[in-house]
């Protein structure tokens, strides 16, 4: 399958993702937009040889999936797609430091290595917010709660018709592609020639598209206003689940939990 | 080459989102006073022919591994810099969301690198200056190579200045930049050629889409807010990257001292005014000596000249908190002249 292909599926997947139903799924996007920005910035202003007190921010993603019936699999193979770009930026540090910062026994470990988990934890954390966020909000609930929250209405008009006009472009440009390849007889990769007319069929088909939705949003009765029906409601279980959220992330941050777990549990064996 | 949450520190991603969300702000406004209302659904329409494009790879002549399409440049002559930032903005945004294809936080600096260098850089300041009015094929071509490798020049030393300010990767500044500048010449070079094949395209196929787009923006562009920004980004570089370059070696103040009294600075009196005004000074100055107070030093190679260039957070934020505090006194400055000359005038 080629990599448009591949494309065109996993984006109708998230799509299909959010539109299941759940406590969480039902949840104002605002409330889950804000809680994911504020776990973001907590794991990442973390010093760059954190480890143990990154691990209790696994908190959040698990619960999430658990309380919105998100099946595991799909995060662990997006997870595993990104992990060679992860490694790629955070393989530097070991060589790079090599100050050796703890020991135990007899291993000596450098603070590079340190660094480079933490970079990976961090990693892992922050694109795991991102996606149960999308999977649980459909991607125009993030939209129209980033326009109740004061983003420029333009841009916000400019991501939902991009959504809405992605999939009937990866569909063409597929069937450009496909076509391409079926007539390509020792079938070498496309060369930049090919690639330019290609393209650029596709962009004067698309121009001739935007022409004619232009033309239809007018029959329909466009005149410049566009207006947005949004049924949010913030209540009381959106006021807890924001406030409740941030008050952990906020411990968490604060003091090192698994340091303390560790300790308390050591004190009981002894 | 999209930055990743991981390697960034709060205060630079968030830095970068106020600068993404303010230029999203004017280029919005921008778009909306266009009379024009078939730009909405282009802007819409071509975002996603970027993505769809993006997609499609193409074997590089003479490596064999294959390339995809960046797209700023393409969007900027077709749309015009507000609009082509604000769909570019939209394609890297979906990307992060669904593709997780650098992080949420680090969307901020993947959207200005990525969207404002191209398109209020490289389009206004390059291509226009060398196509002009009357596109011709060797035009374009020169336009669209020169014009896609001085916008991926630019993102990929933002990158580097982004990653090294917030001090998670270990990767040493001189490697870093000659790593990222020479791999992004390279893909500079077939961004341009890729963007120069599908102008000429459009060029052959339909040459009154290209002509429309050129004579369709007021050539008022260059407005105070331009101008300011691009005053405020040069001062955030010079402050901040340009000032590991500053010499360690004494000044000719100092040297001439030195040379004089034996001594770079003159001794201060223990006692009196000075002495109460230099306690105020010290215990006022976090930033002393322009470094960060060390608690504990790292011991290194003592005495004689630092290492140079002198990376280090503590420069590279006094230079930043330097530039901010001079344009504040500056901008204050002004308007209270402002004030006075028009209550002059009256």
Sequence with gaps: MSRIETAFFEIGSLDTLANRDSFIHRLDPRAKLVTTLVYILCVVSFDKYQLSALLPFLVFPVVLLAAGHLPVNFLLNKLLIIAPFAILIGIFNPLFDRQIVIHIGSLDISGGWLSFISILLKFTLTISAALILIATTSFSGVCLALEKLGAPRVFVLQLLFLHRYLFVLVDEGARLVRARALRSFNGKGTGMTVYGQLVGQLLLRTIDRAQRIHQAMCCRGFSGEIHLLRSFSFGIREIFFTFGWCTVFIFLRAGNVSQVLGKVLLELVR | MHMADALLSPAVGGTMWAATAGTI???????????????????GVLAAFIFAAQMINFTIPGTGSSGHLGGGMILAILLGPEAAFLAMA?????????????????LGCNIFNLGFFPCFIGYPLIYRKIVGASPSEKRIFSAALISALIGLQLGAFGVVLETVTSGISELPFKTFVLLMQSIHLAIGTVEGLVTAAVVLFVLKARPEILQYAATDHTYGWLSMNKVLTGLLVATLVTGGALSWFASTRPDGLEWALSEVTGRQEVAAPGHGIQALLAGIQNKSAFLSGYEFAQAEKVSGPEGGAEDWPAVDAGTTVSGMVGGFITLALAAAIGLLLKRRTRIEAT
Excluded: H, W
Aim: glycine residues 6%; charged residues 20%; hydrophobic residues 45%.
């Design chain 2, 90 to 106: 939209s394609v890297l945004t979906v990307q992060a969301l669904f593709f997780a294809d650098g992080g949420l936080l680090a």
């Design chain 2, 25 to 43: 702000a004017y280029c919005s406004r921008q778009v909306k006073k266009e009379p024009d209302d078939s730009r909405v659904p282009l802007m």
